[in-house]
């Protein structure tokens, strides 16, 4: 029986690991290996870390939790149950796991544009979080890619890294007066014509091709399409959902179900590193102090 087991590897599973090792707690983690930045050539945002690749900073996180006797185990779990302040997990190959708290950090993964091209290009110059990487796309030609009306706010807020944005509707026409007239002011180009693929080398985007032949020099694309969860652990366990589908958390990472935390993308709509690591301290120390109390006497 372990007091903690906790479900994804990335830095809000691993720094609510560092937190309970450090205080004393038999503690397992399990990694399915496919964090949702696996494609991006760097990591950014992230004091002392900034630019860092995504897959060295992982390798630095566990090493750092060696001398806390954490156990790792690479390997996915597939089912999970709670019953009587008791969680019961199952990996792939049938093996059984118990503990008196369980930590969900599976995280998030991106809906991608449905356009050819764009999966090659994804985390190197097509992206979907401007404080991320709009920096390394300052005063480029900055496509944002949203059908209907989705692209609208994003394509104003890419102003702030570029002058030069063009929100590219992929053949849809649903922007509203409104919408155009606060475009236009803010001098955001619109292209409203469908969108047959996107070009690039060694990852770089260099244009985008449209349905009507035309090819048009685009240095990096931004997207907001929404999200599902990697893992559902969360449904299975009966935890409730916000309407964009991450999972409700009360103030220390707690979720409606008794002894279930939940910390990262998984749980918050401010999908940043940082704050992934930020919530899983908060949920270390949360899940620690829970422990504590129901181990006095």
């Given at each position: 029986m372990y007091d903690v087991i906790i479900?994804?590897?990335?830095?809000?599973?691993?720094?609510?690991?560092?937190?309970?090792?450090?205080?004393?707690?038999?503690?397992i983690l399990f990694d399915s290996g496919k964090p949702r930045n696996r494609w991006s050539n760097n990591m950014n945002g992230f004091l002392t870390s900034d630019g860092m690749p995504?897959?060295?900073?992982?390798k630095k996180g566990r090493a750092?939790?060696?001398?806390?006797?954490?156990?790792?185990?690479?390997?996915?779990?597939?089912?999970?149950?709670?019953?009587?302040?008791?969680?019961?997990?199952?990996?792939?190959?049938?093996?059984?796991?118990?503990?008196?708290?369980?930590?969900?950090?599976?995280?998030?993964?991106?809906?991608?544009?449905?356009?050819?091209?764009?999966?090659?290009?994804?985390?190197?110059?097509?992206?979907?979080?401007?404080?991320?990487?709009?920096?390394?796309?300052?005063?480029?030609?900055?496509?944002?890619?949203?059908?209907?009306?989705?692209?609208?706010?994003?394509?104003?807020?890419?102003?702030?890294?570029?002058?030069d944005v063009t929100l590219y509707t992929d053949g849809t026409d649903s922007l509203t007066r409104d919408d155009l007239e606060l475009l236009e002011r803010n001098e955001v180009k619109i292209c409203k014509?469908?969108?047959?693929?996107?070009?690039?080398?060694?990852?770089?985007?260099?244009?985008?091709?449209?349905?009507?032949?035309?090819?048009?020099?685009?240095?990096?694309?931004?997207?907001?399409?929404?999200t599902q969860q990697q893992s559902d652990l969360g449904t299975q366990l009966g935890c409730e959902f916000t309407d964009k589908g991450v999972i409700k958390t009360k103030k220390l990472q707690h979720s409606n179900i008794p002894g279930l935390f939940v910390a990262g993308d998984a749980a918050r709509d401010m999908q940043m590193v940082i704050v992934a690591a930020a919530e899983g301290a908060k949920a270390g120390v949360a899940i620690n102090m829970e422990l504590q109390q129901e181990d006095r006497k």
């Open positions: 479900i994804g590897g990335g830095p809000a599973g691993l720094n609510a690991a560092m937190l309970l090792g450090r205080s004393r707690r038999k503690v995504p897959g060295e900073f992982i750092e939790l060696a001398k806390y006797g954490v156990e790792l185990v690479d390997t996915i779990i597939e089912t999970a149950t709670y019953t009587k302040g008791e969680f019961v997990v199952n990996d792939v190959d049938g093996t059984v796991y118990r503990s008196r708290k369980l930590l969900l950090a599976t995280g998030l993964k991106d809906e991608l544009p449905p356009v050819e091209g764009a999966e090659e290009l994804y985390g190197k110059s097509v992206h979907h979080c401007p404080y991320c990487d709009g920096w390394e796309s300052r005063d480029k030609a900055i496509a944002v890619y949203g059908p209907e009306r989705k692209g609208t706010g994003q394509a104003l807020a890419m102003k702030t890294w570029s002058a014509e469908k969108i047959v693929r996107l070009e690039g080398t060694d990852g770089q985007l260099e244009h985008i091709v449209l349905k009507d032949g035309e090819k048009r020099p685009q240095g990096a694309m931004f997207f907001s399409l929404g």
